[in-house]
């Protein structure tokens, strides 16, 4: 049980960390774009 709760937690936080990833670096190309 407790194997299973720390292998959910690893997960989210890997897929919560991708989202936010992918979000930052579509706002940093519009910027680089604003820039330009």
Known sequence: ????????MIVG???TFRYFFNVYR???ETEVR???
Do not use: K, N, S
């Not at 049980?1 to 959910?8: A, K």
């Open 34 to 36: 604003d820039v330009l």
């Open 1 to 8: 049980m407790t194997v299973w709760v720390i292998f959910g």
């Open 26 to 28: 579509e706002q940093a």
């Open 13 to 15: 936080f890997a897929v």
